[in-house]
């Protein structure tokens, strides 16, 4: 079992998502520091489903680029919905854009 964060991207600005990505690990370090105990605190992941293929791959593209994200790239992940809809196990993207499963750890 690992600890992740689930968010739906709706033409949300890329701006926006690079913030709450970056919300989003910060949440996820807050819960293990509050709960060292806490036995999925792991490797998290954020996995970041979007509804718009170019805002995905923008976000993407900057997530790979940001030093802010380096330290935490092997637990985000990529998905547009209408592949997770067919594949929710394969529809994973990393940060690279190469295909990650949801359950691997590269």
């Not at 689930?6 to 600005?13: A, D, G, I, M």
């Not at 990505?21 to 954020?46: G, K, M, T, W």
């Not at 718009?52 to 992940?77: D, E, N, P, W, Y």
Request: positive net charge.
């Amino acid at each position: 079992s690992r600890l992740f964060v689930l968010e739906l991207h709706n033409r949300t600005p890329t701006k926006s998502v690079i913030q709450q990505l970056h919300r989003n690990f910060q949440a996820l370090e807050a819960i293990c520091e509050r709960y060292p105990d806490f036995s999925n605190c792991q490797d998290p992941f954020v996995l970041s489903v979007y509804t718009s293929k170019s805002t995905m791959l923008a976000a993407r593209k900057r997530v790979a680029g940001a030093s802010a994200f380096q330290s935490v790239l092997k637990g985000i992940r990529f998905a547009f919905s209408n592949d997770l809809a067919r594949n929710f196990e394969e529809g994973w993207l990393d940060a690279q854009g190469t295909m990650a499963g949801f359950f691997s750890n590269k």
